[in-house]
């Protein structure tokens, strides 16, 4: 009767410990329009997978497909990680968005977070982060250290997200220096380290001895750091990560973005099913934007400015387009005793007063 009862007894073991074990970790993929490398826009978004990644051990896994051209391919890629057992997808590129809306539509037990868009629904939200807080920033310690009174910018479309960049520097650096002007070039890519050292050495001609970017490679940096030696009143600024490695000498600072924190947050939300449809647009305030470490070549009165400023942002006392805010023309976009609102930087598609070069058409 004992050797009956003993496969009863551990088959029943064996249930209960199958019951008690915890539920398989949800499978998490990420979109990166450019390789991952050690700095740029994919980097940092690949900075906050891993964070989370290691914040929530055991309850998610993570992938990720680098390198996917917005468009087609994207769609493509998207559709094969819910089909591969992914159950939230987060795709990081504006180019995505379409695609994004597109697959979710197909798979609504799915959940889809698009980076910069505007398109939400039931299944799929968007977040972003107010990048033009820190060009502000950068652009009034640019303001403080030209020689020149000329900035230089490589930027990659003219899309509301880098208009915003453009303006705000300018708003920044015409603050402290009303006889500067921001020379923008367009190089129509995201990541293409040949047009972005090009165009960086094309506004370094034109007399900018203040250089930013709003492209993923370190190209501009590099470009400036090469020059620097024959102009040492010549500097840049970084975007998305600290590029100092890239430009030791003259890199002064740059604006760094975040996304650890979000990432962790909302798949909090998604494992305990309380995630509902967002837009999230955090900035200095929520920790998702950031200033590289300073240049020590940045005056201690400049360094006390810029810390002021940035906690009077934080705190909602100071918006880098507080009226008046002027477009290219002069004419007023926003009345003196009034912030932009979110809807119209969204909605940005010209040059503010104090850019001198001529908007895309499209």
Same mark, same amino acid.
Request: net charge positive; with cysteine; glycine share 10%.
């Given at each position: &009767?004992?050797?009956?009862?003993?496969?009863?007894?551990? !088959?029943? !073991?064996?249930? +209960?410990?199958?019951?008690?074990?915890?539920?398989?970790?949800?499978?998490? *993929?990420?979109?990166?329009?450019?390789?991952?490398?050690? $700095? *740029?826009?994919?980097?940092?978004?690949?900075?906050?997978?891993?964070?989370?990644?290691?914040?929530?051990?055991?309850?998610?896994?993570?992938?990720?497909?680098?390198?996917?051209?917005?468009?087609?391919?994207?769609? @493509?890629?998207?559709?094969? &990680?819910?089909? +591969?057992?992914? =159950?939230?997808?987060?795709?990081?590129?504006? *180019?995505?968005?379409?695609?994004?809306?597109?697959?979710?539509?197909?798979?609504?037990?799915?959940?889809?977070?698009? $980076?910069?868009?505007? =398109?939400?629904?039931?299944?799929? /939200?968007?977040?972003?982060?107010?990048?033009?807080?820190?060009?502000?920033?950068?652009?009034?310690?640019?303001?403080?250290?030209?020689?020149?009174?000329?900035?230089?910018?490589?930027?990659?479309?003219?899309? %509301?997200?880098?208009?915003? /960049?453009?303006?705000?520097?300018?708003? +920044?650096?015409?603050?402290?220096?009303?006889?500067?002007?921001?020379?923008?070039?367009?190089?129509?890519?995201?990541?293409?380290?040949?047009?972005?050292?090009?165009?960086?050495?094309?506004?370094?001609?034109?007399?900018?001895?203040?250089?930013?970017?709003?492209?993923?490679?370190?190209?501009?940096?590099?470009?400036?750091?090469?020059?620097? =030696?024959?102009?040492?009143?010549?500097?840049?600024?970084?975007?998305?990560?600290?590029?100092?490695?890239? /430009?030791?000498?003259?890199?002064?600072?740059?604006?760094?973005?975040?996304? /650890?924190?979000?990432?962790? @947050?909302? &798949?909090?939300?998604? #494992?305990? +099913?309380?995630?509902?449809?967002?837009?999230?647009?955090?900035?200095?305030?929520?920790?998702?934007?950031?200033?590289? %470490? #300073?240049?020590?070549?940045?005056?201690?009165?400049? @360094?006390?400015?810029?810390?002021? !400023?940035?906690?009077?942002?934080?705190?909602?006392?100071?918006?880098?387009?507080?009226?008046?805010?002027?477009?290219?023309?002069?004419?007023?976009?926003? %009345? =003196?005793?009034?912030?932009?609102?979110?809807?119209? !930087?969204?909605?940005?598609?010209?040059?503010?007063?104090?850019?001198?070069?001529? #908007?895309?058409?499209?």
């Amino acid at each position: &009767m004992q050797n009956l009862k003993t496969p009863i007894l551990i !088959l029943g !073991l064996a249930a +209960g410990a199958l019951m008690a074990a915890d539920p398989a970790p949800t499978q998490v *993929g990420f979109v990166y329009v450019s390789p991952v490398g050690d $700095a *740029g826009w994919t980097y940092q978004h690949d900075l906050g997978r891993r964070e989370m990644e290691k914040n929530l051990a055991g309850k998610v896994t993570t992938k990720f497909v680098e390198n996917v051209p917005e468009g087609a391919d994207a769609e @493509r890629v998207i559709r094969q &990680m819910i089909t +591969g057992g992914a =159950k939230v997808v987060f795709t990081t590129s504006f *180019g995505y968005m379409n695609a994004t809306e597109k697959v979710a539509l197909a798979f609504p037990d799915k959940i889809f977070f698009h $980076a910069t868009g505007y =398109k939400t629904g039931k299944n799929m /939200g968007i977040y972003n982060a107010r990048f033009y807080e820190g060009r502000y920033l950068c652009g009034v310690i640019a303001g403080r250290m030209t020689k020149s009174h000329v900035a230089g910018y490589v930027a990659a479309f003219p899309i %509301p997200e880098v208009l915003q /960049g453009i303006n705000a520097f300018t708003q +920044g650096m015409r603050s402290v220096d009303p006889k500067a002007e921001v020379r923008v070039i367009w190089v129509n890519s995201w990541f293409d380290p040949g047009k972005e050292r090009e165009a960086a050495l094309t506004l370094i001609s034109q007399g900018a001895d203040m250089i930013t970017h709003h492209t993923d490679s370190t190209a501009a940096v590099q470009a400036v750091e090469e020059k620097h =030696k024959e102009n040492p009143n010549l500097y840049s600024f970084s975007y998305h990560s600290d590029m100092a490695k890239y /430009g030791p000498t003259s890199q002064l600072t740059g604006t760094t973005h975040h996304w /650890g924190d979000f990432y962790t @947050r909302t &798949m909090k939300e998604v #494992l305990a +099913g309380t995630w509902k449809s967002t837009n999230v647009w955090g900035g200095i305030k929520d920790g998702m934007i950031k200033l590289a %470490p #300073l240049n020590a070549a940045i005056p201690p009165a400049v @360094r006390k400015q810029v810390a002021g !400023l940035e906690k009077d942002i934080a705190a909602g006392k100071l918006h880098p387009f507080a009226g008046p805010v002027l477009g290219q023309d002069g004419k007023e976009i926003v %009345p =003196k005793g009034r912030n932009m609102t979110d809807a119209e !930087l969204g909605a940005m598609n010209y040059y503010v007063q104090g850019v001198a070069s001529t #908007l895309p058409k499209k």
